[in-house]
């Protein structure tokens, strides 16, 4: 089993700057990918960025590319999302997902063992 937590969330106005992270714990050995996703109201959940535990490989959705930082700690077991100049479509609930297998996409939600309860991410205009 693995836990998941994240934190970080909030409001801010367009252009800024916030810091997810999401904290493990459990069987974190066992874990080979950690995935950000976000999902609006009304909208599909949406994969936003994925680090590889083993060698920090990131990937980005291409909406955030150059905005977005996914990082890790691997001492903490933590892994973060710095995400800058945030635009008010970046509003949503925000998620990390541990994925224990190599089995398909990156951002393929599906494909992900266990999720946290999300953060929430409002930006104004």
């Known amino acids: 089993q693995v836990q998941l937590v994240e934190s970080g969330g909030g409001s801010v106005e367009a252009g800024g700057s916030l810091r997810l992270s999401c904290a493990a714990s459990g069987y974190t050995d066992s874990i080979k990918y950690i995935g950000w996703f976000r999902q609006a109201p009304g909208k599909a959940r949406e994969g936003v960025a994925q680090?590889?535990?083993?060698?920090?490989?990131?990937y980005y959705a291409g909406s955030v590319k150059g905005r977005a930082t996914i990082s890790q700690d691997k001492d903490k077991n933590a892994v973060f999302l710095q995400m800058n100049s945030l635009k008010p479509e970046d509003t949503a609930m925000y998620y990390c997902?541990?994925?224990?297998?190599?089995?398909?996409?990156?951002?393929?939600?599906?494909?992900?063992?266990?999720w946290g309860q999300g953060t929430q991410v409002t930006v104004s205009s």
């Open positions: 997902a541990a994925k224990l297998n190599y089995v398909g996409s990156w951002f393929v939600a599906s494909t992900y063992n266990y």
């Open positions: 680090i590889t535990t083993s060698g920090g490989t990131a």
